[in-house]
Every structure is written in structure tokens, then in C-alpha cells.
């Protein structure tokens, strides 16, 4: 795998490496996303972030935030399955905003559905005044020896937080390093009326899905079929990932 552009910014080493069509964003040498322009799903866990979006009848996720964008992988994805008519991306590293331009496809001036807001996760939500979300993907990590760290504990008055930013039948996707991070947020009482767990067998990180709504498509392997019939970029085989049902 070849290096296509590399940086040391304020301490930090960014690393573009490239192997055929494929592009791998690295920071301190931590593996943040996967881009391949004719392949929306790569293999990673961020594929995970997007694939609960298939729950939800079609048409109804029109509205997205993503807090935290890396590399905007989850971005292609969701654009390919479920096409948000609104996506508002929030990253605090403005380094891989820069990248992300450049290299992944994403924020150009052409690229009119997507609002990209360098700043604070927590300030955004804190702040937030605007219409109400469909889905929020929260993937807040940062790097520190060696190893990546969530950014905001998950607790009550984060998740407090989030749900007033989604709609009444909104869903909120949280990235979570394993299962015991996701057991102790799932415990939390919101009234959440389902709540599920996504994992792959190379992976440790758990993605836990939180909603009120009751009624939810969870054989999301037909539902990629579908779209994969109407967009080649689709893989018509779902990911090995396991979902399961905790709520």
C-alpha cells in the first residue's frame, strides 16, 4: 500500500496510502476510514454506522447529523442507501476536513447536500436550534498512545442531549469501543422503545441503534439487496455483521 500524501500538523501524522482504487485515512497511525469511489461498503465497522438506516421504511430519513466525520465514509454510504435529502457533518479536526475535500470525495464547492461544521460536537448540540434530525450517528473518538478514546462519555446527560436534537421517531447510532461501553448506555432510561447492537467478527466496536419507534425492518440484508439492485456501487452480500436485539 503506497503513501499518496502524508503531514506532521501540530504534532499529529496524517497519512492519505493508497492501494488501487482504494484510499485509507491514518492519524498517529490509527486506521480512521476507507474510501473506494465504486464500492460503498468497505468492510469496516463504519459500514455499521450506516446500515441501521436500512431499518427505517423508505423515504423517512431525511434529515441526518454525523458527529464526527473522519474521512466521510459513512457520508458515501448513507448517500447510496437511503439518499438524506440533508446531512450535516460535525468534525473538531479541521485537518480531516481538509483531507476529506481532497481526498475522499466530500465538501467540494459542487457538493451542495452536505453542511460540514468545524467545531465542537458538544458546542453544536448544546447550541443546536434547528429543525429536528431523522437519524444522528455519533462516532467521537480521539487518538492517544496508540489507541483511539471516546470523546464524550455516554451518559445521561449526553444522550439527554442527542435525543432532543432527533424527531419524535428518530434514531440515534452510537459508536462504542466494545460491548461493555454499550451494555452501560443501553442501560440508560430514556424510554427508548428499541434498541440494538451491531457488531463484526474483526471488531471489537459495538454500534448501538436507539429509538421509539417499535416497528423496525431488521432483515437488512434483503433491504441492501434492494438497493444494490438499483445502484452498482451497493455489494448485493451484506457484511458479516451480527444484529441483536436488547430492547
Not at 485515512?25 to 460503498?40: K, M, S
Not at 461498503?41 to 430519513?61: C, F, H, I, K, T
Not at 467478527?201 to 417499535?214: H, L, S
Request: with cysteine; glycine share 8%.
Amino acid at each position: 500500500m503506497a503513501i499518496l500524501w502524508q503531514r506532521t500538523i501540530a504534532g499529529h501524522q496524517y497519512q492519505v496510502r493508497e492501494a488501487g482504487l482504494t484510499r485509507r485515512l491514518y492519524t498517529d497511525n490509527i486506521f480512521h476510514t476507507q474510501y473506494r469511489p465504486d464500492r460503498v461498503l468497505g468492510g469496516g465497522y463504519w459500514d455499521l454506522l450506516a446500515l441501521p438506516s436500512l431499518m427505517v421504511p423508505e423515504g423517512q430519513v431525511r434529515r441526518v447529523l454525523l458527529l464526527g466525520v473522519g474521512g466521510g465514509a459513512a457520508i458515501h454510504s448513507l448517500r447510496a442507501l437511503v439518499h438524506p435529502q440533508y446531512l450535516t457533518g460535525v468534525e473538531l479536526n479541521p485537518v480531516h476536513v481538509q483531507i476529506m475535500k481532497r481526498f475522499f470525495g466530500l465538501g467540494g464547492k459542487k457538493d451542495k447536500g452536505l453542511d460540514l461544521q468545524i467545531m465542537d460536537a458538544r458546542d453544536f448540540i448544546r447550541h443546536y436550534k434547528g429543525p429536528k434530525f431523522d437519524l444522528i450517528i455519533e462516532d467521537l473518538y480521539f487518538e492517544r498512545n496508540g489507541g483511539a478514546i471516546r470523546a464524550v462519555v455516554m451518559d445521561e446527560a449526553w444522550m439527554k442531549a442527542l435525543r432532543r436534537c432527533l424527531t419524535s421517531d428518530g434514531m440515534l447510532v452510537c459508536n462504542f469501543a466494545d460491548q461493555r461501553q454499550f451494555r452501560a448506555a443501553s442501560k440508560l432510561e430514556f424510554n427508548w422503545q428499541s434498541v440494538f447492537a451491531l457488531t463484526l467478527p474483526a471488531y471489537e466496536n459495538c454500534i448501538g441503534v436507539f429509538t421509539r419507534r417499535r416497528e423496525l425492518m431488521t432483515d437488512i440484508p434483503a433491504a441492501l439487496r434492494k438497493c444494490a439492485a438499483m445502484d452498482k456501487r451497493i455489494p448485493k452480500k451484506a457484511p458479516n455483521f451480527r444484529l441483536r436485539q436488547v430492547r
